[in-house]
């Protein structure tokens, strides 16, 4: 039986690494907001595709009016400006960025809903069978849901991909001066349990 952790949360898990199996869960199957840890969903279709030769890291991603209009966490994209993937994926990572979320989703599919029927397509895949995305950065949407137990499945299946756990552990990533801009800014991320020395460090996927 489950022993009583004392968590303050509506629903939790925990699973073994590198086998995936559970060892402890919590109200694992109440469907809650995905908010941002959306991104891991958006961050592995990306890295997918470039280990699939579909995009290149060095790929230049050009910025919609749509995706730069994105506020809440932001890259600073501005429309028109072109930043590769590798910038587009660090800018997620690191500062958790909306408007590089959609500007990668228009990249990849050729729009955001095209991106969100993948997004749909690998949750299911991965044995998924209470999440629904309905866009790729997770701002409000009361229909944009999943459980604890779907979101370990995401991770797990995240953290075989080397490449997404090499991105991800980034705390902080400057963009190069693009054209147009004078000079790079600095991405730093703000959410303390994910920056080394912190009291509670832990070398997460995802705060959200």
Known sequence: GNTDLGLNAKSAILMEESTGNILYESN?????????VTKVMTMLLIMEAVDSGKISLDDMVT??????????????????????????????????????????????????????????????????????FNNPHGLNDESHTTTAHDMGLLFWAALQNEDFYRIDSATSYTIPAAEGRTAGHQLTMHHKMMLSGSEYYYDGVKAG
């Open 28 to 36: 694992p199957d109440e469907r809650l907001p995905i908010a941002s």
């Open 63 to 132: 910025v919609s009016e749509n995706a730069m209009s994105y506020g809440g966490s932001t890259m600073f994209l501005e429309t028109g400006e072109q930043l590769t993937v590798n910038d587009m994926l660090k800018g997620i990572a690191v500062a958790s960025a909306n408007d590089g979320c959609v500007a990668m989703a228009e990249h990849l599919a050729g729009s955001e809903s095209a991106f969100v029927d993948m997004m749909n397509e690998k949750a299911a895949e991965v044995g998924c069978t209470n999440t629904h």
